[in-house]
């Protein structure tokens, strides 16, 4: 079997590189044609010696993901349904805005931490991804969309590990991912603007603030233990007070310096003002002492029939980021995006949930071939 070269950081490339018989800049070439140029043919990477790409074409190959559907939304939103093979699919989601151009991805074929208020949690658990299955999106994502919008230029300047799946339960593969989005080589994305969401994996979260520190969002979701435990079942093994205690320990290593808490709001379940002023204390209990520590994000709920639970009403969520507001948080009520092609927080599993659905895309899909596009020459990092 040949090794797919997606799966490889530019450590790993220089390290498969080696046992080729070849120099680590060789590796550095072949990992600016994938990532920079899109090139998946050895045969049009024409700086590198013949003799090298002989070699590749034996022992190596560049696979992205297959396409089962896309959408795109009258806002500019555009989802893709990925096959990630034995009727599994994932889903990567572009968010166009004025400054930045946002994917968010999957990290696993459903998740196993089941949060009640989360179609991907109810699907179940089918596998983790790749590094190979990670990256591919964001290499799929770019190049169609510079294709697309006929730009040499880089179009994703974000990049939230936010899609389906926990991705601190996939850590062996996601390291070497965010390793290649921020490599100069690869995507070049500043650390701040690649985020890490999870929903509390404590005993890694401290590896990731040693291995790969990137901007970290924690889906909190609840003020108090028995109603986190309810939520975000995680919560019984690493509960608030251990977390939040991770979250300051992530701190000291994080390219932002604060952290930033996702809070779903659930219509008469985590939304009453007596919630918001328990979570005034929790924050003010973990308080550094070195000013804000700490965001909120208030996002409206997605209702789906399996989960039986609603939307929190408008007024409902102004008058408990009010509070929060008051007491000094900073705090932001989440815009929905793409609502009409389902690619809303908490939507991913929408098209997936139904194995059939997917079955018979996987039965229809064609294979989209990426071709080379120019050079990469924006550098988006900022301060
Ligand atoms: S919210 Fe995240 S961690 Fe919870 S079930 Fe959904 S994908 Fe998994």
Redesign the pocket.
């Known amino acids: 079997m040949t090794a797919n070269l997606l799966d490889f950081d530019l450590d790993g490339l220089a390290a498969f590189c080696d046992q080729l018989g070849e120099k680590r800049f060789r590796a550095t070439q072949l990992f600016r044609w994938i990532h920079q140029r899109g090139e998946s043919n050895f045969d049009q990477m024409t700086d590198l010696a013949k003799s090298l790409r002989e070699k590749l074409k034996v022992h190596a190959h560049v696979a992205g993901l297959s396409v089962l559907s896309r959408h795109d939304s009258a806002d500019g939103t555009i989802k893709w349904l990925f096959n990630v093979g034995d009727g599994n699919a994932v889903e990567a989601v572009f968010i166009p805005e004025d400054d930045r151009g946002t994917l968010c991805i999957s990290s696993q074929a459903g998740?196993a931490?089941?949060?009640r208020f989360?179609s991907?949690?109810h699907q179940g658990f089918s596998r983790n991804l790749s590094t190979g299955e990670i990256v591919a999106q964001l290499w799929f994502a770019e190049h169609f969309l510079r294709r697309h919008l006929n730009t040499p230029d880089r179009v994703i300047s974000n990049v939230v590990m936010m899609g389906?799946?926990?991705p601190l339960q996939n850590y062996s593969a996601l390291v070497p991912a965010l390793k290649t989005m921020l490599d100069d080589h690869g995507y070049g994305l500043s650390r701040r603007r690649v985020t890490v969401s999870t929903?509390g994996v404590v005993p890694m979260m401290q590896r990731l603030s040693q291995d790969c520190p990137v901007a970290l969002a924690v889906?909190l979701h609840a003020p108090n233990d028995p109603l986190r435990d309810n939520l975000?079942p995680l919560n019984r093994k690493y509960p608030i007070a251990e977390l939040l205690d991770a979250c300051n320990q992530y701190l000291e290593f994080a390219p932002r310096d604060f952290i930033t808490f996702e809070y779903c709001m659930l219509d008469g379940v985590n939304d009453t003002p007596e919630h918001a002023q328990q979570l005034v204390k929790l924050v003010r209990q973990h308080a550094t002492g070195k000013g804000v520590w700490c965001k909120f994000n208030l996002i409206p709920f997605n209702p789906f029939p399996a989960s039986g639970l609603l939307r929190s009403p408008a007024p409902q969520v102004q008058a408990f980021a009010k509070i929060l507001l008051d007491a000094g948080i900073v705090t932001t009520v989440r815009k929905t995006r793409g609502d009409d092609i389902d690619a809303a927080c908490?939507q991913l599993a929408g098209d997936v949930r139904d194995r059939t659905r997917v079955n018979e895309r996987i039965a229809q899909q064609r294979t989209i071939v990426l071709k080379p596009v120019t050079d990469l020459t924006a550098n988006n990092k900022e301060a």
Do not use: F, Q
């Open positions: 998740c931490v089941g949060c989360c991907t949690g389906m799946g926990e929903s889906s975000v908490g």
